[in-house]
């Protein structure tokens, strides 16, 4: 299994950017598929991004569609998460998560399906 950290998050203005990273130690990195979550205070934890092992198939939440970039580097072992005009209901704790599949196998959004996950990182959007 692999032991994920995160790193990158903070506060921001809305409007504003931010990169998530996510870099991975232990176990083959380009078995996996990847996945950021986010939880906000008083809410379940939610879907945000996914990509899958081969790095083809790409899926967003409705939420961050069109202001989010999934993307991994298999050669650093890294997932990041390219956050784009940001707004005060991005506030929350990120997740990176990662899954071991075959490589035709698509994204998943579903938490369950990861058995690997991070520590969490907060973001903060002021308005």
């Known amino acids: 299994q692999v032991q994920l950290v995160e790193s990158g998050g903070g506060l921001v203005q809305a409007g504003g950017s931010l990169r998530l990273s996510c870099a991975a130690s232990?176990?083959?990195?380009?078995?996996?598929?990847l996945g950021w979550f986010r939880q906000a205070p008083g809410k379940e934890r939610e879907f945000v991004a996914a990509i899958s092992r081969s790095g083809r198939d790409l899926d967003y939440g409705d939420s961050v569609k069109g202001r989010f970039t999934i993307s991994r580097d298999n050669d650093k072992k890294t997932v990041y998460l390219q956050m784009s005009t940001l707004k005060p209901d991005d506030t929350a704790v990120y997740y990176c998560?990662?899954?071991?599949?075959?490589?035709?196998?698509?994204?998943?959004?579903?938490?369950?399906?990861?058995?690997?996950w991070g520590q969490g990182n907060r973001v903060t959007v002021s308005s």
């Open positions: 998560a990662a899954r071991r599949t075959i490589l035709s196998v698509p994204s998943s959004r579903t938490i369950d399906d990861y058995a690997c």
């Open positions: 232990g176990g083959t990195f380009s078995y996996y598929g």
